[in-house]
């Protein structure tokens, strides 16, 4: 059967294409602006809690006070994690798999939670996240889960499940703005995946898998570890021109800079780091924080040097290392703490994908031969 072709314009890396109508964000590259569900992201980021703009996001309205308190209740009685589903991250720890691959996995197994209706599996791919990730955070240190506390909100028991303390008001508020901040994010690649798999009629397990494996990449979530460990590399501002100039020199990439779409600064870098800054106020990392200023500042300037006319300015990236660096979290949890707020996006996406559901199936042009004939295995 052959394909009929509605466009041979081929758009590599699909720039500039428009895959689907959404109420969830809106991301203006020229303007430097996000919008989520109707909220500047300035507005909201630093004062919903995370259970707040969820809400928000899957259901367009904020809660009211008892919606809200019913949702929280909803998503604490999810927080467990099946047996089976802790096994394996005491095998994946033993292995010292990468946190994001064991997070990927261990979201597959909540299929065994037995829940086929896509509200339920709604609640339970969140409500689990924080569950996942603190688990297998503290087998890595060699130390056994904490059980979930209901008492707590979402990012309140994901730091006291991590730590094994109740972290204070000003950590959770920093955690809480950062969940807000990553929560949507337009036609990202993940979120695009999930939009994919949903739209094949799948279910919401799958579809949030398959979104997984597109944020590892470090193009798109997997950013953050080395942005930070290249701010430590650079130990000292005076050691900042040089270190980048050289890095710029034999063409790699300097990472949480350069954006798809935003051609001004990332808005979601300014509540960052305007995050990171209240919370940095009088601790121990309040250097570090002037640091990455000053490292920043080099880094844009000479980005400007030598690619020029290509704009690349500070992403969401940059700032999400010093804020989750503040929060005593490990590398190698930055970017599974990425999908704990950003599943929420992918959820409400795959919902509006199937309220107006059209597989998602684009073409392809080939430029291969089509006159072989076949030699048989004995005369190759
Ligand atoms: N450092 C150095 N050069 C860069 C950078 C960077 N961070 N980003 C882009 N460039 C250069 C490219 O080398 C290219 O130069 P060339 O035309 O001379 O070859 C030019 O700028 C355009 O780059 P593209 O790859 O075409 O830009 P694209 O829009 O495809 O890429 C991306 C965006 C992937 C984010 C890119 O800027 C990058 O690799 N950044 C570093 C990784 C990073 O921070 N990722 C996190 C992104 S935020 C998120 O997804 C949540």
Known sequence: MTETLTSTKLVTGL????????????????????????????????????EETVYLLWHDRLPDAQELISFRAALAARRDLPPATLDLLRTAAAQRVAAIDALRMAAGTLSLQGADDPEQQALTLLASFPTIIAAYGRLLQGEEPLAPRPELGHAANYLFMLFGRTPSPEHVRGLETYLNTVVDHGMNASTFTARVIISTQSDLISAVVGAL????????????????????EIGDAANAERYLRRKLEQGERLMGFGHRIYKVRDPRA????????????????????????????????????????????TNVEFYTALLLHGLDLTTDLFTPTFAIGRVAGWIAHCFEQQQLNRIIRPQSVYVGPKDRSWTPLRAR
Not at 275 to 297: D, P, T, W
């Open 213 to 232: 494996g597109a944020l590892k990449g470090p193009l798109h979530g997997g950013a953050p570890g080395p942005a930070l460990d290249m701010v430590f």
């Open 270 to 313: 300014e509540v960052l780091s305007a995050a990171a800054a209240r919370m940095f106020q009088g601790n121990g990392h309040q250097a570090l924080y002037q640091l990455s200023r000053q490292v920043e500042q080099t880094a844009v300037a000479l980005l400007a040097e030598y690619k020029p006319g290509r704009n690349l300015q």
């Open 15 to 50: 720039e500039g294409v428009v895959a689907a109508e959404t109420r969830l964000s809106s991301v203006d590259g020229q303007a430097g602006e996000l919008i989520i569900a109707g909220f500047p992201v300035e507005e909201l980021a630093g004062q919903a809690t995370f």
